[in-house]
C-alpha cells in the first residue's frame, strides 16, 4: 500500500537543519504517524512522501517556502512590560513561548529579548526561514478509521511520536500542525 490522500502513515525521522543541527526525531518505539492528505504536516514533506511504501527509505530537503514560510519582519514587535502584568519576571527572559490570541488565531509568541521595560516578541515560527532536512523510513502505511477520516487526524494514541515533523511540538494525536 502507498501513502496517497486517506491513508495512515507510520514514520521514524530525524529532522536536522542546513548546519547539521538535530531538530526532532522519532524512531521506531516512539514512531511518527499522521493522515495524509488532511494538512497535518508542512505540505513539503508530505508532497515527498506521497507514492512511498512500507520500507521505503528517503531523504527529504525542503525549503522554507514549503516548510514554515520565511521570516515576517512584521511578525515581530516591541511591547511594554506592562502588557505582562501578572506573569513571574523569571518567565521574561528571551526563549520563552506563550500563546496568544491574534487575528489568525492562538499563536505561539517568543521572547526574542528583554531591555528594561521593553520585551521584543516575535510571531514567526520557530523554524520559519529554515530549510529542513528529513531521513526517513516508512514503517508502515495503512487505511484511516472512519473517526479518522471524520476529525482529520490520527487516534491512535498507541503510535502517537513525541515529535512531529515540524520541530518542536505542535502534535495532536500523532498529527502535526500545518497551518503556522
Not at 36 to 63: C, F, W
Not at 149 to 166: E, I, M, N, P, W
Amino acid at each position: 500500500m502507498q501513502i496517497e490522500k486517506n491513508k495512515v502513515a507510520t514514520l521514524s525521522y530525524t529532522l536536522k537543519n542546513k548546519k547539521g543541527d538535530l531538530l526532532d526525531q522519532a524512531d521506531a518505539a516512539h514512531p511518527f504517524v499522521y493522515l495524509h492528505g488532511a494538512n497535518n504536516i508542512i505540505v513539503g514533506l508530505e508532497s515527498r512522501l506521497a507514492g512511498k511504501s512500507k520500507g521505503d527509505q528517503l531523504t527529504a530537503t525542503v525549503p522554507a517556502e514549503e516548510a514554515y514560510g520565511l521570516r515576517d519582519e512584521n511578525l515581530t514587535q516591541a511591547i511594554p512590560r506592562k502588557m505582562f502584568e501578572g506573569m513571574d519576571d523569571s518567565m521574561l527572559v528571551a526563549g520563552t513561548q506563550f500563546e496568544a490570541q491574534t487575528n489568525a488565531g492562538i499563536e505561539v509568541i517568543t521572547i526574542s529579548k528583554v531591555e528594561g521595560d521593553t520585551i521584543y516578541i516575535d510571531a514567526n515560527h520557530p523554524l520559519a526561514g529554515e530549510e529542513l532536512h528529513f531521513d526517513i523510513e516508512v514503517l508502515d502505511v495503512r487505511e484511516a478509521t472512519p473517526e479518522e477520516l471524520a476529525h482529520g487526524h490520527v487516534h491512535s494514541h498507541a503510535h502517537t511520536s513525541s515529535g512531529c515533523g515540524c520541530g518542536g511540538g505542535g502534535h495532536n494525536d500523532g498529527g502535526c500542525y500545518s497551518g503556522h
